[in-house]
């Protein structure tokens, strides 16, 4: 029988513990270069929302804030996290002019084509959140997908400052994220799996996951420890999910006020036990 090492256990041991809030993994997984294809592979999948809604939901979301008058013809608009566009391709469809950024540069090269394709105009850069230098040059910012959710308290205020600043006086703040109800039904999960080839890596390889909960500060995380022949790799994704309050307060400070708060994107009218909150803020 193969002998586990010490030193992989102690490895591995030291990975599980719980670690400080907002702690990241030891290496991004956004541009990687297997990894990104398989999340492009998600996000364009009909059958699953692991990475992007459906397409028939994203449908409904565009509808509801072009139908409600939030977003209009003409309308200068942020779509920040784009993926692949396909928010963005619908808006444009619309007439609205869209800036697409993202930090995969698959998934941007995926959007640009589809756009040329489609005879859309689009500005896509592939660009860190925390690196936008914007000012007062968007109608509305639109952040899909409970993003906003994955950044610490200080992280999130400074993205919300730069966001601020990137809109117009009286601009738009569209977004949802995840409440706790989504954790009630979810749970904390650790599991193992072992792989010939798939979502981490293209070759054989042995994946650990484990969930953990932070329910004093309304956060949770899952972790993915990854072991290949190359050695083991962990990642780590955060969620900090909110109430109608919390995410008010929050916004509020950022110098935002509350325009709609729903249950989601398409626009289902708020009402408390959902798993996600949608909110429209309006820069004062």
């Known amino acids: 029988m193969p002998e586990v090492t010490s030193e992989i256990l102690s490895i591995i041991h030291e990975y599980s513990k719980k670690p400080e809030l907002f702690e990241p993994g030891e290496t991004r997984f956004w541009d990687d270069v297997h990894i990104s294809k398989s999340m492009l592979e998600a996000h364009l999948n009909p059958d699953h929302d692991m990475a992007s ?20 013809n003409g309308d200068r608009v942020l779509d920040l996290g784009c993926g692949p566009g396909l928010h963005a391709s619908r808006l444009a469809e619309r007439g609205v002019h869209i800036t697409g950024i993202d930090i995969s540069q698959r998934s941007l090269d995926y959007a640009r084509q589809y756009a040329s394709e489609k005879g859309l105009v689009i500005n896509y850069r592939c660009l860190n959140f925390f690196d936008i230098d914007y000012s007062r040059e968007f109608d509305a910012i639109l952040q899909s997908y409970g993003e906003l959710g994955t950044f610490s308290d200080s992280r999130r205020d400074e993205l919300l400052s730069r966001l601020y600043e990137a809109l117009i006086p009286g601009g738009l703040l569209i977004f949802d994220v995840t409440t706790r109800a989504i954790r009630k039904k979810d749970g904390t999960q650790s599991y193992w799996y072992m792989s010939d080839g798939g979502f981490w ?14 329910p004093e500060n309304d956060v949770r995380f899952d972790q993915y420890i990854i072991i290949d022949d190359e050695g083991i790799t962990l990642y780590r994704t955060w969620a900090h999910d909110y109430s109608p309050r919390s995410i008010s307060q929050v916004l509020e400070k950022a110098g935002f006020s509350i325009l709609h708060i729903w249950n989601d994107l398409t626009g289902t009218p708020y009402k408390e036990g959902g798993e996600w909150i949608a909110v429209v803020g309006k820069k004062q």
Do not use: C, M
């Not at 890596?201 to 650990?208: A, E, N, T």
């Open 53 to 72: 809604r459906k397409a028939g939901t994203i449908d409904r979301e565009i509808e509801n804030l072009v139908s409600s008058g939030i977003l209009k």
């Open 201 to 214: 890596r293209p070759g054989k390889h042995l994946v650990l996951e484990q969930g953990f909960d932070y």
